[in-house]
T-cell receptor, first 113, second 115 residues
Framework: DGGITQSPKYLFRKEGQNVTLSCEQN?????MYWYRQDPGQGLRLIYY???????QKGDIAEGYSVSREKKESFPLTVTSAQKNPTAFYLC????????????FGPGTRLTVL | AQSVAQPEDQVNVAEGNPLTVKCTYS??????LFWYVQYPNRGLQFLLK??????LVKGSYGFEAEFNKSQTSFHLKKPSALVSDSALYFC?????????????FGTGTRLTVIP
């Protein structure tokens, strides 16, 4: 069963704590992405990676960090520096660069208490 | 700069009637255009895309979209709406000149199909 998995589905965090969101894909895709979704704002790009051991900041990278040590995995860490982390986080992947659609995971809803 | 506008936050349509969800875009160069659908608390599902060729693109679940270069639009359409089509729809764009495959998303349109 191919696809993208994200875990956990729901995550609760206390203020001041770092938390890591998991994203795994078995589609053999080169590129992976992290988006944040807030009501009425659509999706905003946090980080993306086009190849293992390389990643770039998106539009709202402040307070987040990522790693890409394996092709299949692209974990996102939400640090205590992120001022408003409560949101729905979506991971995606795609083949190559030109015109290929992105495939999305089911998302993780992070709530800061 | 790349951007996408979905001018309607909410679209209501009666079951069986045709539906249209609007999207306009702005890019430098030729656009690659995409439509996605999102059901509550779920990820986005790919519906269709325009890369090149025929301006009318057919996709999943009976949806289609028409690329109009002069109006910079890519409206999503379906001839006969189903209640199960009720969801949040996103239009996305990237320019063919950019190196990465990053997409720019609109803010979404919530479609409600009334039985």
């Amino acid at each position: 069963d191919g696809g993208i998995t994200q875990s956990p589905k729901y995550l609760f965090r206390k203020e001041g704590q770092n938390v890591t969101l998991s994203c795994e894909q078995n589609l053999n895709h080169d590129a992976m992405y992290w988006y944040r979704q807030d009501p009425g704002q659509g999706l905003r790009l946090i980080y993306y990676s086009q190849i293992v051991n390389d990643f770039q900041k998106g539009d709202i990278a402040e307070g987040y960090s990522v790693s890409r040590e394996k092709k299949e995995s692209f974990p996102l860490t939400v640090t205590s520096a992120q001022k408003n982390p409560t949101a729905f986080y979506l991971c995606a992947s795609s083949m190559g660069r030109t015109g290929n659609e992105q495939f999305f995971g089911p998302g993780t809803r992070l709530t800061v208490l | 700069a790349q951007s996408v506008a979905q001018p309607e936050d909410q679209v209501n349509v009666a079951e069986g009637n045709p539906l249209t969800v609007k999207c306009t875009y702005s890019v430098s160069g030729n656009p690659y255009l995409f439509w996605y659908v999102q059901y509550p608390n779920r990820g986005l599902q790919f519906l269709l895309k325009y890369i090149t060729g025929d301006n009318l693109v057919k996709g999943s679940y009976g949806f289609e979209a028409e690329f109009n270069k002069s109006q910079t639009s890519f409206h999503l359409k379906k001839p006969s709406a189903l209640v199960s089509d009720s969801a949040l729809y996103f239009c996305a764009v990237r320019a063919d000149q950019t190196g990465a495959n990053n997409l720019f998303f609109g803010t979404g349109t919530r479609l409600t199909v009334i039985p």
